[in-house]
Nanobody, 122 residues
Framework: QVQLVESGGGLVQAGGSLRLSCTAS????????MGWFRQPPGKEREFVAV????????YYANSVKGRFTISRDNSKKTVYLQMNNLKPEDTAVYYC???????????????WGQGTQVTVSS
C-alpha cells in the first residue's frame, strides 16, 4: 500500500503564498504520476494540477494557471505545489493523489493523502 502525507497548509491573506508538500511512503511505483485536488467548502472536489512521473508533463486547472506551480523531487518521493497570489476562492482542503498516469480526473488516482486546509482571507 501507499501512504501520502500533505503538509504546508494554513491561513494566508489574499495575495500571499503557500507551498504545499506531499511525500509518499510504502510500496510505491518508482515514479507515479502525482496530482493536487481541492475541495472548497460546500463544493465538489476539483482538479488543481498534476505532474507525470518523469516530471515531463504538467497540467493545470485554468483557475490556477500562472499562479500555481507543481514540481517534484523523485529522490525524496515528494511533490510540491507552490501557490502564489492566492485568492479567497482558493480556500479549500487540498489533497495529494498518486496514480498510474497524469490526468485531470480524480478517478485515475489510486492513493490519496489526508488533506491539508488552505484558507485565504480577503
Amino acid at each position: 500500500q501507499v501512504q501520502l502525507v500533505e503538509s504546508g497548509g494554513g491561513l494566508v491573506q489574499a495575495g500571499g503564498s503557500l507551498r504545499l508538500s506531499c511525500t509518499a511512503s510504502g510500496r510505491t511505483e518508482s515514479s507515479p504520476a502525482m496530482g493536487w485536488f481541492r475541495q472548497p467548502p460546500g463544493k465538489e472536489r476539483e482538479f488543481v494540477a498534476v505532474i507525470s512521473g518523469s516530471a515531463g508533463t504538467t497540467y493545470y486547472a485554468n483557475s490556477v494557471k500562472g499562479r500555481f506551480t507543481i514540481s517534484r523531487d523523485n529522490s525524496k518521493k515528494t511533490v510540491y505545489l507552490q501557490m502564489n497570489n492566492l485568492k479567497p476562492e482558493d480556500t479549500a482542503v487540498y489533497y495529494c493523489a498518486a496514480g498510474p498516469m497524469a490526468w485531470t480526473s480524480p478517478v485515475v488516482y489510486d492513493y490519496w493523502g489526508q488533506g491539508t486546509q488552505v484558507t485565504v482571507s480577503s
